[in-house]
């Protein structure tokens, strides 16, 4: 199947730096990826669909200027958390979707501590 | 807005019962069914998809669709302790994207 490889797996870094997060697809090309954040004992929560060539959607709340995302390539998605802050410890798990009726596929999400 | 809804749990069944999971879903255009199952700090893995009314068994898996219900559920028979997880039930309508319930955390004891 499908398969979708998210790097890195856990990331701890301070108060004020930036993180990247990549998240790629591994045999198959994707043109749209979705980026998901996920607090202990929460479900998954949408927070942007990463669109190949142009400009990420957000959903409501989210901040586009701290979460920054950039699709360059068909297999290639990248979530940067700027000024990362306590608050934004969280689990971020990125997919792809399958065709109309399948399922999507996730990466094996990112554990961000930020201290 | 589309909702998804699961009753949170924790669901306590011994091992060998029969593990019962629910979900409700607003959208009446939903198409596309899914249970994910998710161990602490771990991506969800598929267990089962449906997309038509009425029963679909892989296994010990057998989930129930019941469209005009807006309901959607996953039986577990012979649970294993192995299967203590919190099991998402998401729900796709067309090209859009999965809407996730809240997740139903289940505890199987040995």
């Known amino acids: 199947g499908a398969v979708v490889s998210q790097h890195p797996s856990r990331v701890i870094c301070k108060s004020g730096t930036s993180v990247k997060i990549e998240c790629r697809s591994l045999?198959?090309?994707?043109?749209?990826m979705f980026w998901y954040r996920q607090f202990p004992k929460k479900s998954l929560m949408l927070m942007a669909t990463?669109?190949?060539?142009?400009?990420?959607?957000?959903e409501q709340g989210v901040e586009k200027d701290k979460f920054l995302i950039n699709h360059a390539s068909l297999t290639l998605s990248t979530l940067t958390v700027t000024s990362a802050h306590p608050e934004d410890s969280s689990f971020y798990i990125c997919?792809?979707?399958?065709?109309?009726?399948?399922?999507?596929?996730f990466g094996q999400g990112t554990r961000l501590t930020v201290v | 807005q589309k909702e998804v809804e699961q009753n949170s749990g924790p669901l306590s069944v011994p091992e060998g019962a029969i593990a019962s999971l629910n979900c409700t879903y607003s959208?009446?255009?939903?198409?596309?069914f899914f249970w994910y199952r998710q161990y602490s700090g771990k991506s969800p893995e598929l267990i089962m998809s449906?997309?038509?009314?009425g029963d679909k068994e892989d296994g010990r898996f057998t989930a129930q669709l019941n469209k005009a219900s807006q309901y959607v559920s996953l039986l577990i028979r012979d649970s294993q302790p192995s299967d203590s997880a919190t099991y998402l039930c998401a729900v796709k309508g067309g090209y859009s994207t999965l809407t996730f319930g809240k997740g139903t955390m289940l505890l199987v004891s040995p």
């Open positions: 990463s669109n190949e060539g142009s400009k990420a959607t957000y």
């Open positions: 449906i997309y038509s009314n």
């Open positions: 959208d009446r255009g939903s198409q596309s």
């Open positions: 045999d198959f090309q994707a043109t749209t």
């Open positions: 997919s792809a979707p399958g065709k109309l009726r399948t399922e999507a596929f």
